[in-house]
C-alpha cells in the first residue's frame, strides 16, 4: 500500500469533535467523576446561576435546593430561584448548549464565566439516567410560565427539547430546573450542605434552603439586607495582552485612528500616554488600527507593556467587606459561639497580569472549633466556596507556609495547617481567577496572589496574637485581683490585731496594686428573657472618663432595652455607646440591658470596647479599634487632660516594652 493511499485513509477519519462529546468522554474535567462529587458540582453550578441572576436583577436571592432519592443510586435535584427569569428563546441554549453564555467577554467579577456549568450537569444527567431535565421559568412581564424538558444532541452541541408547555406557576418571576442523576449524598466537608453552608458565609445577603434526602430542613437565614456592589465591566488592560489578543483587537476595532482605539478599547491608557506609544513604537497616531500587523503590532505591545498605564479599576470587583464577613461567620457559626473573631482584612486590589484581584481573609478562635485537630480552612473564590483539591490550592499553601507558632497556634516543624481551635477564611476575587482546572476548585500557584494571601493572613494573625497575649495578661490580672482580694483582708486583720488598732481601709492600697479598669459582662436567664449588665469599676490612682462600646449581632442588639439609653448607636452594625460621667478611683458604675423571651443572647456574642484608657490597664473588655471611626466628644478629650494632668500616673514599662513587641513583629511581617 502506497503512502498516499494510507494519506487518503487517515483523511478519510479526520472529522470535528464537539465540544459536548468532549466533555461527555472527559467529564472528570467537569467535576463529575463520581456520584458523590457529581451531585456536588451539579447543586454548585445551579446555585451560583442563581445567585448571579438575582443580583444582576437587583433581587435578594431566595433559593430552594431540594435532594430527593429516586430509585437505588439516583437523586432528584431541583433549584428553584426568585431571579428575573429566562426568556423563553435563551432557555434551551442556556440549559442544554456548553460554552453558551453572557459573561466569558464582560471583563468583570462573576461566579459563572465559561458557559459550560449548568450545561454539564444536564449532560451527566442525560448520560447517566436517559431522563431529560425538566427547566419552568417566568418573567414579570408574563402571565404565563415556560416549561421544557430538555436534552443535549451530543455531536452537534446543541438543545433538543423533549415536551414544551405553558403553565401557571405561583412565583412571580423566577427559575426552577429538576435533573434525576446517578448520585449519592453523603453528610461531610464535601457535600452540598457544607457547599451552601460556605456559601451563605460569603454571601450574607441570601435565603439559602436545603431539603436533605431523608427530609431534613435547613434554613441560612440572610444576615443582611444590602445586595453587594454589583460588578462594573472594565475594558482589558495592556499589561494582561498577549500578541495574538492585540491583533484581534487590533483586526476587530472600529475606531478610526489608534490613538482612539488605545483610549478606547483599553483600560489604563490616557490620550497623552497613548501618543507617547505611538511615537516610541514609530506608528502614526492617525493610522488605522486594521493597518498594524507583524512587527509593527510587536513594537506597540511592547511599548504598551513599558509605558506607565493606570492599574485596573476595581471597580469591576465585588469583594465581600469586613462587616460582612464577620457577620456571614456569625450567622452561620452560631452554635459554635466563637470566643473571638479577628478584625477582617481586606487588601487593597492588585493586579496580575493585567487582571485586577484582591484578597479577603476572616479568622475566628475558640469556642465550640476543636482543640486538637488542624484549624479549618474556608477558601473561596468570586464568593464560591472550594471543596475539593484542598491540598493543590495556593491558598491552602500560604496557609502552611506561614510560622504559626509566633501568633498562638500550634505547628510542627512551623510548616503546614496550624493546629488549634481555629478558623480561616480566604477569600480571593478577580475578573479572572487562575484556576487549575475547568472544575474551579483550587487556585493555582502564582506569585501575586500568594503575597497577597500572605500579608492578608499576617494581618489577621496579628489581631489573634493580640487577643491571646491580652487573655494571658487578664487571666494574670485576674488571678492576681483574686489572690489580693483573699489575702490582703487577712494580713491586716492580723497585723491590727497584734499592733491592737482598727484594720484600715484597704481599697486604696488594692487600687494602686492593680491599676485597671475592669469590666464585667453577666448575663442570665430569666421567665420574661434575657437580662445581664455590664459592671465597670476604675481600679487605678486616677479618675478616668470613659465611653465603653458594644457590638454584637444586629438583629438581636435592636430588641434589647437599655439602662441607661445609649447616647449614641448604629442599629445597622450592631454598635452601641454610652459615655459615662467621670468614674474616681475605685468608683463603679453598671450598664443595664434587657433581651425579651426567645432572644438568645450570651456574653460571647458581644463584644466590648472602651475608649478613654490604653489596653495595657484594660481588664475585660478591649480598646476601642481605630477603624470604628468613632471619636470622643472634645469637652470629654480635655476633661481627661485635665484629669490626668491632676495627678497621672505614667504608663508602664512593661506596656511601653508590649507595644514594641508588637510594632516590631507587625514590620517584620511586612516584610
Known sequence: MTSSTIAQQLASKQREISV?????????????????????TTVKEAVDNSLDAAEEAGILPEIEVEIAKDGTDRLRVAVTDNGPGILRREIPNVFARLLYGSRFHAHR??????????????????????????????VAEEEGAHLLELSIDIQKNAPRIVSEDV???????????????????????????????????????????????????????????????????TLPHPYGLELGELGSLLRGSRRPSLVEMLT????????????EVLAGAGLAASAAPGSVDGPAQERLLSALQSASLLAPSSDCLSPIGPLLIKRGLRNVLGEVRPEFFAPPVSRPAKVRGGFPFLVEVGLVYGGGLPVDQPVQV???????PLLFQQGACAITNAIGSMDWRRYGLDQKGGSGLPTGPALILVHVASTKVPFTSEAKEAIAEDPDIDREVTLALQGAARHLK???????????????????????????EKTSGLVGRPVPDLTPVITRIMDVVTVEPVLGTE???????????????????????VEGPPEELRTAAFEPAPEGSD?????????????????????????????????????????????????????????????????????????????????????????????????????
Open 378 to 384: 474556608l477558601r473561596f473564590a468570586n464568593r464560591v
Open 20 to 40: 459536548a462529546e468532549f466533555f461527555e468522554r472527559n467529564r472528570q474535567i467537569l467535576g463529575f467523576d463520581n456520584p458523590q462529587r457529581a451531585l456536588l
Open 264 to 275: 478606547k478599547d483599553l483600560g489604563g491608557v490616557s490620550p497623552r500616554v497613548a501618543r
Open 109 to 138: 467579577q462573576a461566579r459563572g464565566q465559561q458557559g459550560i456549568g449548568i450545561s454539564a450537569a444536564v449532560l451527566y444527567a442525560g448520560l447517566t439516567t436517559a431522563r431529560p431535565a425538566k427547566i419552568i421559568s417566568k
Open 466 to 492: 493580640a487577643h491571646l497575649s491580652r487573655k494571658s495578661r487578664r487571666a494574670f490580672a485576674s488571678e492576681k485581683f483574686a489572690i489580693i482580694q483573699r489575702i490582703l483582708p487577712k494580713l491586716a
Open 571 to 671: 442599629a445597622d452594625l450592631g454598635r452601641y455607646w454610652w459615655t459615662l460621667p467621670k468614674l474616681m478611683p475605685n468608683g463603679r458604675t453598671r450598664l443595664s440591658l434587657r433581651f425579651p423571651a426567645g432572644i438568645e443572647v450570651d456574653a460571647n456574642d458581644l463584644d466590648l470596647y472602651v475608649a478613654g484608657i490604653d489596653e495595657g490597664h484594660l481588664l475585660g473588655a478591649d480598646a476601642l479599634p481605630g477603624d470604628w471611626e468613632v471619636r470622643l466628644p472634645r469637652a470629654i478629650v480635655e476633661a481627661a487632660e485635665a484629669a490626668e494632668a491632676q495627678g497621672g500616673v505614667k504608663e508602664s514599662e512593661e506596656e511601653v516594652d508590649y507595644d514594641a513587641e508588637e510594632t516590631s513583629a507587625r514590620v517584620a511581617d511586612d516584610e
Open 527 to 549: 421567665k420574661t428573657g434575657r437580662t445581664g449588665s455590664l459592671e465597670i469599676t476604675n481600679y487605678t490612682p486616677r479618675p478616668r472618663i470613659l465611653e465603653v462600646f
Open 167 to 233: 403553565t401557571l406557576w405561583d412565583r412571580a418571576h423566577g427559575t426552577r430546573i429538576e435533573m434525576i442523576l446517578k448520585a449519592r449524598y453523603i453528610r461531610g466537608r464535601q457535600s452540598p450542605l457544607e457547599y451552601l453552608r460556605g456559601t451563605a458565609i460569603v454571601n450574607p445577603h441570601a435565603r439559602i434552603v436545603l431539603t436533605e434526602p431523608d427530609g431534613t430542613r435547613i434554613t441560612f437565614e440572610r444576615a443582611t439586607e444590602t445586595l453587594p456592589p454589583l460588578p462594573r465591566e
